[in-house]
């Protein structure tokens, strides 16, 4: 299995791991890279990275709900449009999306991955990373690190 793991926005983290759990790469991209990168072929949802093919087996992406209850008049939300391109992307491919709120991973997955959280803004590629260590120890792939 590959799991390819994604923070949505106006800038995109990303994380791809093996299907033994070992992180092969992250970083931060925009919609028009991240979308020449991920590419259906024949029913199979691909991630090119460098010179690698990585066929997918499952796209993690962080859920986003704009302002609940608010009036959001008129608005763009880069987040909404990026899961909503990817949930059409995983649609009739062997890709499930599966989609994870940030306020019920994050703070887990950062201390069983042994990862400290700073203090503001968390990098979009580790947002990215975390969410994809969240669903790798959900399916047993990975186990919480020992705390030091």
């Given amino acids: 299995m ?12 990303w994380c791809l791991f093996t299907s033994s759990g070992d992180e092969v790469h992250r970083g931060v991209t925009d919609w028009d890279n991240l979308f020449l990168c991920l590419q259906n072929w024949d029913d199979e949802l691909v991630f090119l990275q460098g010179r690698s093919t990585w066929k997918l087996n499952q796209l993690v992406v962080e859920d986003y709900i704009g302002r609940p209850g608010a009036k959001n008049g ?20 062997s890709c499930p999306l599966i989609r994870q709120r940030a ?46």
Avoid: M
Wanted: glycine share 12%; aromatic share 6%.
């Fill in 2 to 13: 590959t799991l390819l793991a994604i923070d949505p926005g106006k800038r995109i983290g």
């Fill in 74 to 93: 008129g608005q763009h939300f880069d987040a909404s449009e990026v899961i909503g391109a990817l949930r059409l992307l995983s649609e009739g491919t």
């Fill in 103 to 148: 306020v019920d991973v994050l703070k887990v997955a950062a201390l069983h991955a042994g990862y400290k959280l700073p203090k503001g803004h968390l990098p979009d590629q580790d947002s990215a990373y975390l969410h994809g260590y969240y669903r790798l120890e959900q399916l047993g792939i990975l186990r919480a690190k020992p705390l030091e």
